[in-house]
């Protein structure tokens, strides 16, 4: 799947911010490899998920989840980032209940993805993130 190299930046309480990414082409990149990319994309948010707030579930979960039983993915990394925003004292941007979005054959899944990129890439963005957002 890749490591991540580049030693991520940190915030004003010393946790590695992640890295936001492109949300239209991590779903184009989703579409073009007929959904394989969805297990990269949940590991490394998964990774950095986790070395933000440990307790996270991690990469490695969320792969499994992704691979063997995809639609907790929706349900879980909503929760995790919603208690991400709850635990910085912000209002979530995103909640579990996004998850629901799977019952919207395609649409929902592209819906909830987009929501949920965009959750996670304002978080790292107000923390000092780059405002440049890539794939990896």
Avoid: H
């Amino acid at each position: 799947l890749g490591v991540m190299t580049n030693a991520a930046p940190l915030d004003s309480a010393g946790r590695p911010i992640g890295k936001p990414r492109s949300t239209g082409l991590t779903i184009l990149i989703a579409i073009l490899t007929f959904g394989i990319w969805t297990c990269v994309w949940s590991y490394w948010n998964g990774e950095e998920l986790k070395a933000y707030r440990p307790a996270g579930l991690g990469g490695v979960f969320y792969l499994l989840f992704t691979i063997f039983l995809y639609p907790v993915t929706m349900f879980l990394m909503g929760n995790e980032v919603e208690q991400m925003y709850r635990e910085a004292g912000e209002e979530p941007r995103i909640t579990a209940m996004w998850g629901l979005w799977l019952l919207l054959p395609l649409v929902g899944q592209i819906i909830w993805y987009v929501r949920m990129q965009n959750a996670i890439n304002r978080f790292w963005q107000e923390r000092g993130a780059t405002m440049n957002p890539g794939l990896t």
